[in-house]
């Protein structure tokens, strides 16, 4: 008994707060198979190969294992592979609202001020109204949202693939990312190969009916194969870009890859 709590204690590293944190770095399905496991000091040594010994190895693998997850999970990433869909009567209603803030604080916009800018790596750089938005062919999706908060839920989105839109102004495909920037002080991006991915989707209603304040009227970006931090809401620009413009969640150490 003396013998085996002797072994979990390792000088100089808190073995609670280090098991947290790999899983927090971990992506979505290698942490579920952590948790799964028992999410123990010995399934992160058999995951990683690294075996713990004190603080400074503890941070070095940390450190390496955040780095090696978005690369990992962008070669990974197959642009052909779906995102499960769901039927009508799965839909989550309501569907939970969920931002930086309370719902009442969210941002309010005027439909018929609101422009979206497009800038960047186009051809075309004119701004789109939300009439000519609308007129943009419609296509409707059931997909789950997974919150990194910890709660998931189904929806249905309804709008333009995102690639359609892309190609419609021109965009140089060959760019690394495409950033969007929201009324409020919210921004993420995505990476080309998802951007192009069939499901990624220009959303203008939520089950039918135009977009909710709640659910980020007049536009959001539904990525459902991402987090539900990749999908901006009340996006007022979308730029083509090589460079990496970071992200609210991002900036604060959230992995960009995201998968879900
Ligand atoms: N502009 C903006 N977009 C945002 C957020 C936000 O705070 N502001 N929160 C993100 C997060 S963390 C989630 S889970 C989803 C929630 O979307 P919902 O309110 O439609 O459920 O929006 C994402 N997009
Ligand atoms: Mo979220």
């Known amino acids: 008994m003396i013998g085996r709590i002797r072994s979990l204690i390792i000088p ?10 790999a899983a927090r770095l971990m992506p979505d ?4 198979r952590f948790i799964a496991s028992g999410a123990s000091l010995g399934a992160l040594t058999l995951l990683t190969g690294c075996d713990v010994t004190d603080s400074l190895s503890a941070e070095n693998m940390l ?7 978005d690369a990992v ?3 990974i990433f197959n642009p052909n592979t779906l995102a499960p869909t769901y039927s009508e009567k799965d839909i989550k209603r309501p ?8 719902e009442d604080e969210a941002p309010e916009i005027e439909g018929a001020d609101w422009k979206l800018e497009v800038t960047g790596l186009v051809q075309n750089k004119k701004p789109w109204t939300l009439k000519d938005l609308y007129a943009l062919p419609e296509v409707s999706q059931i997909t789950r949202h997974i919150c990194v908060e910890g709660w998931s839920a189904i929806g249905s989105w309804q709008g333009t693939p995102l690639r359609d ?3 419609l102004v021109g965009a140089d495909t060959t760019a690394k990312w495409v950033h969007f920037r929201c009324a409020e002080d919210y921004a993420s991006a995505l990476d080309m190969p998802t951007a192009l991915h069939p499901q990624t989707q220009m959303s203008f209603k939520f089950d039918n009916k135009i977009l909710p304040r709640a659910y980020g009227f007049p536009m959001k970006i539904r990525v459902p194969t991402k987090l539900g931090f990749k999908n901006p809401k009340y996006v007022v620009s979308m730029e083509v870009t090589n ?7 991002e900036d ?3 992995n960009d890859f995201s998968g879900s």
């Open 12 to 21: 100089g590293v808190d073995k609670n707060l280090l098991v947290k944190d």
């Open 29 to 32: 399905l290698s942490r579920r």
């Open 63 to 69: 450190v390496q294992m955040s780095k090696f997850n």
């Open 73 to 75: 999970q962008a070669a």
């Open 95 to 102: 569907f939970p609202f969920n931002g930086f803030y309370s």
């Open 165 to 167: 839109f892309l190609k």
């Open 243 to 249: 460079d990496y413009k970071g992200g609210y969640w």
């Open 252 to 254: 604060q150490g959230y």
